[in-house]
């Protein structure tokens, strides 16, 4: 790989047209040194999100953009690889904002390391006191568990990153992104490069500001998914189950088995996981209370939503 290999970043989007100006700005605000494309895939917008890729194809001789009717992500990525050439290839979303150094940071790392995939935090940052409550659980260790993309530690393997940053060539020799997948197709897509014997490096160098959901109901929806989905990408690789991913279940199950002992008189047995679960809201209330201030006293609402909405989903699984 040349010292600045030619970069191709692409975005699958829909309806983003709230946040992805601001995001498409700071992808062309990179100090990269060497050639660097961006090509946007549009999963069927209908709010104003093709007037604005329109006019920044006029404006900007490095930036193209193409419709995809099927409107899945998965598509939208392959799509997007399909149609750009750059050797190192980066993915965005329209949600996130990247620092000026992401993607020069990310190169000197892949050709540090021999990664064949690159990424870091996904620092989610809110408006709203929803979006803030959202923003801090899902930066901690009460929302994600040990999920370092999601809370940080020390640069080296992991199973997955946020984003990404790959070689073109391993995406090729892989088969890019599995468009069965709705949800959870970055997961999946690192499971096959670690099956490959290739490494996924996560540094805390790349970390790129998100806006996450804004009201309890999508919040939950999205949740749903990411669990059915993840019950899909375990049932594809059951080898790389992490034991995060195993807790929301369990706790939903816990719930059943208390209402069932309450049902039948058990009223002691019944309150051990309720219990255990409020103590642990407010251990989480006491800890993010000096990040979040008055946003933390909302996190025992998301942080159920969170977990019973993404339990849920991984027990249910997708709908064929």
């Given at each position: 790989?040349?010292?600045?290999p030619p970069v191709s970043?692409i975005?699958p989007?829909?309806?983003e047209?709230?946040s992805?100006?601001?995001t498409l700005?700071?992808i062309l605000?990179?100090d990269y ?5 961006v090509h ?6 209908d709010?104003g999100t093709i007037?604005?890729?329109?006019r ?6 490095n ?15 392959n ?7 750059g050797?190192i290839v ?5 949600r996130s904002?990247?620092?000026?150094h992401?993607?020069s ?5 892949i050709?540090e390391t ?6 870091g ?5 809110g408006?709203g006191?929803v979006?803030k409550a ?8 009460f929302?994600a568990?040990d999920?370092r993309f999601?809370t940080g530690?020390?640069p080296?393997p992991?199973?997955?990153v946020y984003l990404?940053?790959?070689?073109r060539?391993?995406?090729e020799e892989?088969g890019?992104?599995?468009e ?10 690192n499971?096959?490069i670690?099956k490959?014997g290739?490494i996924?490096?996560f540094?805390p160098e790349?970390s790129?500001e998100y ?11 999205q949740?749903?998914?990411?669990g059915q989905w993840?019950r899909e990408?375990?049932r594809a690789?059951?080898?790389h189950?992490?034991?995060r991913?195993l ?9 059943v088995?208390?209402?069932?002992l309450?049902v ?10 309720p ?6 809201l407010l ?5 993010l209370a000096?990040r ?7 996190t ?9 909405s993404w339990?849920v989903g991984?027990?249910v699984?997708p709908?064929k």
């Amino acid at each position: 790989m040349t010292a600045a290999p030619p970069v191709s970043v692409i975005l699958p989007v829909r309806n983003e047209v709230g946040s992805l100006e601001a995001t498409l700005e700071a992808i062309l605000a990179q100090d990269y040194p060497g050639d660097l494309d961006v090509h946007v895939v549009d999963g069927g917008s209908d709010d104003g999100t093709i007037a604005l890729l329109e006019r920044f194809a006029e404006r900007e001789p490095n930036f193209r953009w193409s419709s995809n009717p099927q409107g899945r992500t998965a598509r939208s990525l392959n799509q997007g690889i399909a149609n750009t050439s750059g050797e190192i290839v980066v993915r965005c979303d329209g949600r996130s904002l990247l620092p000026s150094h992401y993607v020069s940071t990310a190169v000197r790392l892949i050709t540090e390391t021999g990664a064949a995939n690159v990424g870091g935090i996904q620092r989610a940052v809110g408006r709203g006191w929803v979006q803030k409550a959202v923003a801090l659980a899902t930066n901690s260790v009460f929302g994600a568990g040990d999920s370092r993309f999601r809370t940080g530690g020390e640069p080296g393997p992991v199973d997955t990153v946020y984003l990404g940053v790959f070689p073109r060539r391993v995406l090729e020799e892989v088969g890019g992104f599995d468009e069965n997948f709705v949800r959870n197709q970055d997961a999946e897509l690192n499971s096959r490069i670690r099956k490959s014997g290739r490494i996924v490096y996560f540094t805390p160098e790349l970390s790129a500001e998100y806006e996450p959901r804004g009201s309890l109901g999508s919040l939950g929806s999205q949740y749903f998914e990411y669990g059915q989905w993840r019950r899909e990408t375990t049932r594809a690789h059951p080898e790389h189950l992490a034991w995060r991913q195993l807790i929301p279940p369990l706790f939903v199950l816990g719930l059943v088995a208390s209402l069932v002992l309450g049902v039948f008189g058990q009223a002691r047995a019944a309150l051990v996981v309720p219990v255990v679960y409020g103590a642990f809201l407010l251990l989480a209330v006491i800890s993010l209370a000096g990040r979040g201030g008055a946003a933390a006293l909302l996190t025992p609402i998301v942080l159920p939503v969170i977990h019973v909405s993404w339990g849920v989903g991984f027990l249910v699984g997708p709908i064929k």
